[in-house]
Nanobody
Framework: QVQLVESGGGLVQAGGSLRLSCAAS????????MGWFRQAPGKEREFVAA????????AFADSVKGRFTISKDNAKNTVYLQMNSLKPEDTAVYYC????????????????WGQGTQVTVSS
């Protein structure tokens, strides 16, 4: 079993930046692909960003390209989401996810999920 814990969420003004972290614990061996999703009130959970185990391959939703970056620190079992130029429409609960798939997953089919961290962008 793998446990994922997100942190770094909070309230920020439009145009500001925020860095989310997701720490993995438990039986993390064999867990390779990681990603970030978000869900706003009244909306379905949507893909934000994903990264392969080595970090050589990444993918981003069109709505965040050029503003968000995803990175990993395998030594610390942690994945990060750097969010810049935040907009009110970025307001959502952000979830990290992990899977044993050796590649980049952009779908909602990850095996492990965190509890989420709230990001609120005010105007």
């Amino acid at each position: 079993q793998v446990q994922l814990v997100e942190s770094g969420g909070g309230l920020v003004q439009a145009g500001g930046s925020l860095r989310l972290s997701c720490a993995a614990s438990g039986r993390t061996f064999g867990t390779y692909a990681m990603g970030w999703f978000r869900q706003a009130p009244g909306k379905e959970r949507e893909f934000v960003a994903a990264i392969s185990w080595r970090g050589g391959s990444t993918a981003f939703a069109d709505s965040v390209k050029g503003r968000f970056t995803i990175s990993k620190d395998n030594a610390k079992n942690t994945v990060y989401l750097q969010m810049n130029s935040l907009k009110p429409e970025d307001t959502a609960v952000y979830y990290c996810a992990a899977d044993r798939f050796r590649g980049v997953l952009t779908t909602d089919e990850y095996d492990y999920w965190g509890q989420g961290t709230q990001v609120t962008v005010s105007s």
